[in-house]
């Protein structure tokens, strides 16, 4: 399957009107946002878990970095609520399960080999700095050669400064809405920008973004 897998070029996907598809674990379905492969493949998506659910004990052949959405995630490592970020490096594996169910944004086969730090951050306890805008706050969560990950939060009819994006930029909006020469994105849109590109991100209401730079480069 090849779906948004040319990563030269842009993509915009309002994950909130997809269907849902069966995995191949009962009780577990994706919404789709890119693939290039088929059940092993590189694949960035949101993941729903119904309660009780598990998936069976799988290697990351690729690595793995995912966002909890809401409820609550679990592995061998540990439980994982609303809000927290995790990466699994290329080589690790784990077997995931949930008691009240979850929901996630997750990328596979997308780590460089190298990368061997695994992670877990409760955003909800983390720290913000102020950006370069009045309003502008971000939150750094990983950085790794020229791979730069971390949440930004706009308030009520901020603009981020116009910027270019050397090594892309991907985005999943959070919360709120924000709008930029691409249309307004509101919450659970993701979008991919391919290396060169460029925008100017506002928000009338205010916004929460997952954000995501120098990796496609």
């Not at 090849?2 to 849902?20: F, G, M, Q």
Request: charged share 25%; with cysteine; glycine share 12%.
């Amino acid at each position: 399957m090849k779906l948004h897998a040319d990563l030269s070029r842009p993509a915009i996907v309002d994950s909130t009107s997809l269907a849902w598809v069966p995995s191949p674990s009962p009780g577990v379905a994706r919404r789709m946002l890119e693939r290039d492969g088929d059940e092993v493949a590189r694949a960035t998506s949101i993941v729903r878990y119904a309660p009780g659910s598990e998936f069976p004990t799988h290697r990351h052949g690729g690595g793995e970095e995912f966002m909890v959405l809401d409820g609550v995630f679990s592995d061998e490592h540990g439980d994982f609520p609303a809000g927290t970020y995790v990466r699994n490096p290329v080589g690790s594996s784990h077997a995931p399960r949930t008691a009240p169910g979850c929901t996630i944004f997750v990328k596979l086969r997308q780590m460089d080999p190298d990368d061997q730090t695994q992670v877990a951050i409760d955003t909800k306890a983390g720290d913000w700095v102020a950006g370069d805008m009045p309003g502008l706050f971000r939150m750094p969560l990983y950085e790794f050669g020229a791979e730069r990950v971390w949440l930004t939060k706009m308030g009520a009819g901020c603009a981020a400064a116009p910027h270019s994006h050397p090594g892309g930029e991907e985005v999943l909006v959070l919360e709120g809405s924000v709008e930029d020469e691409n249309g307004i994105h509101g919450k659970g849109t993701w979008f991919r920008l391919p290396p060169g590109s460029f925008h100017s991100p506002r928000t009338d209401d205010g916004c929460l973004l997952w954000v995501k730079q120098g990796h496609l480069g």
